[in-house]
């Protein structure tokens, strides 16, 4: 295994390709599971070692942390085209989403997608009590099953259990025609599939899966119309407008823009995303795509199965038996929702390729 670069190739602000990002990861680790959890560049690795010698030794402040986040915040407007006063930070999309569910009116209609992860469902479940109501559909019927009552539509960018991509354009377009509010989860495409958030009322992010983030560093847009209607119940001393001002009640003066939807971070998550998410603004992210979905359709034709033309390839297996075989080979994947599930990303290669049809083989 060979050792990755510590730093990046390029500095701050210029473009990355795929070669130079690749070169930032362990090597021959046979992990084919970024659906599941990503893996640190080593930049990553090497800022949180640096972080945590700074904390060790007293010194570390949470104005050093509040800098971060805000670089953090400016990166990630860059990756999905808003500003950054439409970004606010948190540590869980279900928390972010739950914002949306407690401002959908007494006895609303809310649209979801069949076998949707459930971060992005069960918050408006939670909401039946107001006799809100929540209708799911196959991802493919999503955009045509938008209808006049409907006030909220809620999907993932792609799905988790299939590694289905959603026609974005088609849902949001079905939307407005309704006047409906959108709900876009990009967890499973951020950092591998191009992202626009500019098109969507709100969109939730949490960066530990393609963007290579620790868990807890998650993100999430407002548009201008999502600013003015919902209402940010779960505000903290992070939300106000002067951050440092904000630590004593009973006063509030929540931020004017998106940050008044923050959360207080979880610092040392952040200072290990910062170098991943100002990597990825700076990421072809359609070279990305074709490299990662590439991967995925050699393996499908090595498989025999269907092209899927997409990052995460998926087919049946309801006992588990290929997950086993290609678990005791070696190979790191998951099993959801009855099959398994093979993801590819910028650390994948031909190697991983042949290393799941040879552990399927034998």
């Not at 021959?28 to 560049?41: D, E, I, S």
């Not at 960066?207 to 290579?212: N, P, T, V």
């Not at 620790?214 to 903290?236: I, Y």
């Not at 393996?299 to 290609?326: K, N, Y």
Request: hydrophobic share 50%; net charge negative.
């Amino acid at each position: 295994m060979t050792a990755p670069a510590r730093t990046l190739p390029a500095p701050t602000g210029a473009p990355l390709s795929v070669a130079d990002l690749a070169g930032q990861f362990a090597r021959g680790t046979g992990y084919l599971a970024a659906c599941t959890m990503g893996l640190p560049l080593a930049a990553t690795l090497e800022a949180q070692q640096r972080d945590q010698e700074a904390w060790w030794t007293g010194r570390r402040s949470p104005v050093d942390y509040g800098a971060i986040v805000e670089e953090s915040r400016a990166a990630w407007a860059r990756s999905v085209g808003v500003p950054t006063s439409a970004v606010a930070i948190g540590s869980q999309t279900s928390v972010m989403v739950s914002v949306v569910a407690a401002a959908v009116p007494d006895g609303a209609d809310v649209l979801c997608v069949d076998g949707d992860f459930s971060s992005m469902v069960f918050p408006f479940v939670a909401q039946a009590h107001r006799g809100v109501t929540v209708r799911s559909v196959p991802l493919a019927e999503l955009a045509e099953s938008v209808g006049e009552r409907t006030a909220v539509v809620a999907w993932s960018a792609v799905q988790s259990a299939t590694g289905e991509v959603a026609d974005h354009a088609a849902v949001v377009a079905a939307a407005a025609r309704h006047g409906s509010l959108t709900v876009c989860d990009l967890t499973q495409a951020a950092g591998v599939l191009p992202v626009d958030a500019a098109t969507v009322d709100v969109t939730v992010c949490h960066a530990y899966k393609w963007l290579c983030s620790p868990r807890g560093a998650a993100l999430a847009t407002f548009s201008a119309r999502a600013l003015a209607e919902l209402r940010p119940v779960q505000a903290g001393w992070y939300a106000g407008e002067s951050v440092w001002s904000s630590c004593y009640g009973p006063e509030m003066h929540l931020a004017s823009d998106a940050r008044a939807f923050d959360v207080s971070p979880a610092w040392q998550a952040w200072a290990g995303a910062l170098p991943a998410l100002d990597a990825f603004s700076r990421l072809d992210v359609a070279e990305a795509w074709t490299h990662a979905s590439g991967l995925g359709d050699e393996l499908c034709r090595r498989l025999g199965i269907a092209e899927q033309g997409q990052a995460i390839v998926t087919w049946p297996d309801a006992e588990a038996r290929d997950v086993a075989a290609m678990t005791a080979a070696g190979l790191t994947v998951s099993g959801r929702a009855g099959r398994a599930r093979v993801a590819f990303h910028l650390w994948n290669d031909g190697d991983d390729v042949e290393a799941v049809v040879r552990a399927l083989r034998t």
